[in-house]
């Protein structure tokens, strides 16, 4: 009885929920280039990886590389590869959330309940939010996936075992340099982490005479230092962006052969301006988004439940540390950043929340222990019910298989282009899909295909020089027209996509 009874706890609900998860993302998954859930940026990101190029800053050398990984699978369209990353990891994340509602130390909890492990697995993996970036090309559930390592390392109980010891404190600092490298974001919480990770929990030891003492918390150097060595070391893969870059690949972001440039890339320089609202109408207005998004991705019983976790039966312990300030610290940088995907940078509060849900149903069920000893087990049954059947109602929300957009969009210009034109495309709809299909795929290599938005950029007229080496390029001021009128040859075509394709050709 009691082998089944762990064989059902540890084996069945996690893969259940794998199932269903994959069955609501395979279903939702888009076949190629998508536009939808705000995946502009995939055509960069798949491009890149498949050339062996630079993405836009910050860089994600970590995405590219396992990107490539996947992009190897003989199996559907270059794109589909790649957005099917995204769907394994955001599984990965969900079994994660399983498993620290059900077997980390959990606060109250009398017993483990797997049916609560199982409503936060889906809370979060069937959170509009979180699906809608389980199927495309983004480095979100990625990221997702790597806090989640991050929080099953950090919140595991100390290792009597010396050797075992060192063994965690190196995974913890790789792990923490490994999400630097896929999004710079990890930063918010590596400072906590790193202190937590280097203290000593309190233990109960017993003097001669038998009697139990508290001994008291203790910072350890040594550990510390162990992590940071570690850290460093994952935090090494961004060596890949300069090595890449002396290759010269048509994709070439920050070109970061330099210090200069390579911190530019790194440090998103290019994104700082978008920090802070310019007044506090808009903050406020990011504030009422932010309670928007939060009701729309567990409606009003999930809500409960999460905050009964947080504020009702939530102890000060490592898990609950931890997800308050990555709640806390996502939420204030997603208020105050002012990009078209700020809401994104929501997904961790989503990740927090949803191991709450399950912190609360387990709790909730240990109130009644004696009276209705399987309220928790019946309540978390029905959550998980209840997070399916939503999923249901939000299918057509998160849907990426019929987008075909970025695919009509660029076969109507590569169709439409005359021979050897040089396309100035604007916006990052456009230029990205264009560069997937004319990079990555290695069609209409008679064009030449040029960011007007980047022109500006010097990194950017070396990359054009390498690239095109019979394209000319006026040596000062290197707009659009400047560099049609340097190519007289050639025909221009001037490209964008707003709610349909806009392409204006001139002959030579």
């Known amino acids: 009885m009691m082998f089944r009874s762990k064989v059902l706890q540890n084996y069945i609900p996690p893969v259940a929920l794998a199932i269903v998860l994959f069955g609501f993302y395979i279903s939702t998954l888009a076949p190629g280039l998508t536009w939808a859930n705000g995946g502009s940026d995939g055509g960069d990101l798949i491009t890149a990886a498949v050339t062996g190029g630079i993405a836009h800053p910050t860089g994600y050398p970590l995405y590219l590389l396992l990107a490539r990984i996947f992009q190897l699978l003989p199996m559907g369209s270059l794109a589909f590869r790649t957005n099917l990353m995204s769907a394994l990891a955001t599984i990965l994340a969900s079994m994660l959330v399983y498993w620290l509602v059900t077997q980390s130390s959990i606060p109250l909890r009398a017993e483990r309940n797997w049916s609560a492990g199982l409503a936060a697995g889906f809370a979060f993996g069937l959170a ?15 990221q997702s996936f790597l806090i989640l390592i991050i929080l099953y390392l950090y919140t595991r109980k100390d290792a009597n075992s010396p050797t075992l010891k060192k063994r965690l404190d190196r995974w913890r600092g790789l792990i923490l340099g490994l999400a630097m490298c896929n999004h710079i974001t990890t930063i918010f919480i590596v400072p906590l982490v790193l202190l937590i990770g280097a203290t000593y929990r309190t ?15 203790r910072f350890d150097m040594v550990a510390l230092r162990r992590q940071l060595s570690w850290f460093g070391i994952g935090l090494s893969v961004y060596i890949i962006l300069p090595i890449r870059a002396l290759s010269h690949p048509a994709v070439n972001w920050g070109n970061p052969i330099t210090a200069g440039r390579f911190w530019w890339l790194v440090s998103g320089q290019l994104y700082q301006s978008y920090f802070l609202p310019s007044n506090l109408a808009g903050i406020w207005e990011h504030l009422q988004a932010w309670a928007t998004i939060l009701l729309e991705q567990f409606g009003s019983p999930g809500l409960i439940l999460g905050l009964l976790g947080l504020v009702v039966y939530g102890k000060f312990s490592r898990l609950y540390i931890f997800t308050t300030w990555i709640a806390l610290i996502f939420s204030v940088f997603a208020i105050l950043y002012r990009s078209i995907d700020a809401y994104l940078y929501l997904i961790p509060m989503v990740l927090a ?7 609360g149903i387990t709790s909730l069920g240990q109130e009644f222990v004696g009276r209705f000893s399987r309220l928790g087990l019946i309540l978390g049954i029905l959550i998980t019910g209840y997070f399916i059947g ?7 929300q998160v849907d990426a298989s019929q987008d075909l957009r970025a695919e009509i969009f660029t076969r109507e210009v590569l169709s439409t282009a005359p021979e050897e034109s040089i396309i100035f495309a604007k916006g990052d709809q456009a230029v990205f899909a264009l560069w997937y299909y004319h990079f990555g795929l290695n069609q209409r290599t008679d064009l030449a295909v040029i960011a007007s938005d980047l022109l500006h950029f010097d990194w950017y007229q070396e990359t054009l020089e390498t690239t095109y080496p019979g394209l000319n390029l006026p040596g000062s001021f290197p707009w659009p027209e400047t560099v049609a009128a340097a190519n007289p040859s050639r025909p221009a075509c001037f490209v964008e996509y707003t709610n349909q394709t806009e392409i204006e050709c001139s002959s030579p």
Do not use: C
């Open 390 to 396: 939503r999923a249901i109602l939000n299918h057509k």
């Open 353 to 359: 929340f949803s191991i709450w849900i399950g912190v």
């Open 203 to 217: 233990v109960e030891v017993q003097d001669d005479k038998g009697l139990s003492a508290s001994k008291p918390l």
């Open 128 to 142: 509009p939010l979180v699906w809608s970036q389980a199927v495309i090309t983004e480095v979100y559930a990625l």
